[in-house]
Structure formats: C-alpha cells, structure tokens
C-alpha cells in the first residue's frame, strides 16, 4: 500500500501563492503518475496537473501559466508551486499516484482558501 499526505494549504490573498506538498510512504517503488486534483464546494473533483515518472506535465487550462507540478522521485514527493492564485481557485486540493499495477491512491486532501 502507498499513503500520500498533503501539507502546504492555507489562507491566501488573491494573487498571492502557495505551494502543496504531497510525500508518498510505503510501497512507493511501482508509482508512476501523480497529480493534484481539487474539489470546490457544490462541485465536481477536477484535475489540476499531473507529472509522469519521467517529468511530463499536463494541466488544466485554467492553470496554465500559474501552476507548476513538479517531483522530486528520491523523495517520492510531488509538489504544486500556485501563483496568482484567484478566489475561484479556493477548493480542497488533493494529491493522486497511480502505481504499475493499476492502483489508484489518495491523500486526505487540504484546503486552500483564496479571499481577501
């Protein structure tokens, strides 16, 4: 099994940044991708950004060129560095690795508030 825990949310003024941490523990060596999702209240679970094993990156249109997903593989840590945050970025953001055998995990998500 593999657990995944987030730290890094908090409150933060619009246009400020803050940067998620999600380290990986356990049977970490069949990991291959991980990514940040985000759920807003009264919505649905979107994706975020997502980084292969070998450092590929996608993200959602509405965080190009604010967020930046990265991974440190040594540390089996992933990270999401979030710039010029806006309000309708405030959801609870949550980290997912998928491992070569199919199986999907979750961390238990933390929160990020963006408001003045």
């Known amino acids: 099994q593999v657990q995944l825990v987030e730290s890094g949310g908090g409150l933060v003024q619009p246009g400020g940044s803050l940067r998620l941490s999600c380290a990986a523990s356990?049977?970490?060596?069949?990991?291959?991708?991980m990514g940040w999702y985000r759920q807003a209240p009264g919505k649905q679970r979107e994706v975020v950004a997502a980084i292969t094993s070998g450092g590929n990156t996608n993200y959602a249109d509405s965080v190009k060129g604010r967020f930046i997903i990265s991974r440190d593989n040594a540390k089996n840590t992933v990270y999401l560095q979030m710039n010029s945050l806006k309000p309708e970025d405030t959801a609870v953001y949550s980290c997912n690795a998928n491992d070569l055998w199919g199986r999907e995990y979750w961390g238990q998500g933390t929160q990020v508030t963006v408001s003045s």
């Open positions: 356990g049977r970490t060596f069949g990991i291959t991708g």
